[in-house]
Nanobody, 114 residues
């Protein structure tokens, strides 16, 4: 099983930036990613990245958010620029290990004020 530690959330004004980090340990890793859940809404995919660096990014954040990873540090990052109030949500890191088991982080709150 993989253990995840997230950091980097907070309060920011619209148009600002935040960088989320998620450090993983415990098992060899495969795809890493971020999801988010706004109040009253379902959890949705934000972005994923494979060990080789191939990414999938949701249309709602494309061009504003960038996912990256440091395989040596087993860490995935989410750089969020040009933030909008509708980006306000709890952001969850998720990781698949090489046996396709999925682990989730505890979540970090991102709040964007208008």
């Amino acid at each position: 099983q993989v253990q995840l530690v997230e950091s980097g959330g907070g309060l920011v004004q619209a148009g600002g930036s935040l960088r989320l980090s998620c450090a993983a340990s415990g098992s060899p890793l495969s795809t890493m990613g971020w999801h988010r859940q706004a109040p009253g809404k379902q959890r949705e995919l934000v972005a994923t990245i494979t060990p080789a660096g191939s990414t999938v990014v949701a249309d709602s954040v494309k061009g504003r958010f960038t996912i990256s990873r440091d395989n040596a540090k087993n860490t995935v990052y989410l750089q969020m620029n040009s933030l909008k109030p509708e980006d306000t949500a709890v952001y969850y890191c998720n990781v698949n290990d090489i046996w396709a088991r999925t682990s989730w982080g505890q979540g970090t709150q991102v709040t964007v004020s208008s």
